[in-house]
């Protein structure tokens, strides 16, 4: 399973990295979500429905964009 994440600084991943997130699960108006943060608080991934929340939070950086002002890091998660 791929998930996007939204990093402010430049730098601090690498592509080939590999990294811990945490879930957080979060009550909205569509149902029960979860989001990831990578460990120690690098990049945040956006609200994902609880039914496809990840198995294994142990993943590696496949791609880094910039856009803008941010970097999107899309990691790659075995499930």
Not at 36 to 60: C, D, E, V, W
């Amino acid at each position: 399973m791929k998930i996007e994440f939204k990093m402010e600084r430049e730098g601090l991943l690498k592509v080939g990295d590999e990294v811990d997130v945490e879930e957080e699960k979060l009550l909205t108006l569509q149902g029960m979500m979860v989001y990831y943060t990578i460990i120690p608080a690098l990049a945040m991934s956006n609200n994902i429905p609880q039914s496809r929340a990840l198995k294994n939070f142990h993943g590696k950086v496949i791609s880094i964009e910039p856009s803008g002002s941010a970097y999107f890091v899309n990691v790659e998660f075995e499930e």
